[in-house]
T-cell receptor, first 114, second 115 residues
């Protein structure tokens, strides 16, 4: 099976712009989660989608939003970009195991806001 | 407040010896624990997990131990190999109750395997 794929891998934007990142989960996985990784804060949970519905949301402002399509592919949007949004954005899809879910991560999209 | 703590930012171990990575947590609702390995410019790679109903889980060279009373878990790598040099993240999540919660990650420990 192909792993989680994310596009684009690298992105440069300026303050005030908006950006859309894309994630394709592992085939058969219906849950997609998004995380932000920065040197100072580490890996932080943004939100999770399951069957096109947002199931849980982390502590991020409303500028961060997402959606999931019927084929489980997901997009994340950040509007009115700020310098502090520069980070590695990771997408993960989930597989149920006997004792819970395990998340498999994509390579990430590195966003630089100038 | 950090709910998952990895107090050692880095750890250096000689090739062939045992690497022990530690993780402490504060949230008693955490029920499921995972270890990830991350190389620069790549996403985290799942290594091994354990649920709170167990105190040990083993997969090849990797063993995770969970001490619920101490809210502590550790990852043992035996024997350590040069390819194990990476940043290791501990993560935890509560028991799912109809919905799922995102993983809470520690800040990571940089493991360096010396020849």
């Amino acid at each position: 099976k192909a792993g989680v794929t994310q596009t684009p891998r690298y992105l440069i934007k300026t303050r005030g712009q908006q950006v859309t990142l894309s994630c394709s989960p592992i085939s058969g996985h219906r849950s997609v989660s998004w995380y932000q990784q920065t040197p100072g804060q580490g890996l932080q949970f943004l939100f999770e989608y399951f069957s096109e519905t947002q199931r849980n949301k982390g502590n991020f402002p409303g500028r961060f939003s997402g959606r999931q399509f019927s084929n489980s592919r997901s997009e994340m949007n950040v509007s009115t970009l700020e310098l502090g949004d520069s980070a590695l954005y990771l997408c993960a899809s989930s597989q149920m195991r006997a004792w819970g879910e395990t998340q498999y991560f994509g390579p990430g999209t590195r966003l630089l806001v100038l | 407040d950090q709910q998952v703590k990895q107090n050692s930012p880095s750890l250096s171990v000689q090739e062939g010896r045992i690497s022990i990575l530690n993780c402490d947590y504060t949230n008693s609702m955490f029920d499921y624990f995972l270890w990830y390995k991350k190389y620069p410019a790549e996403g985290p790679t799942f290594l091994i997990s354990i649920s709170s109903i167990k105190d040990k889980n083993e997969d090849g060279r990797f063993t995770v131990f969970l001490n619920k009373s101490a809210k502590h878990l550790s990852l043992h790598i035996v024997p350590s190999q040069p390819g194990d040099s990476a940043v290791y993240f501990c993560a935890a999540r509560p028991r799912s109750g109809g919905g799922a919660d995102g993983l809470t990650f520690g800040k990571g420990t940089h493991l360096i395997i010396q020849p």
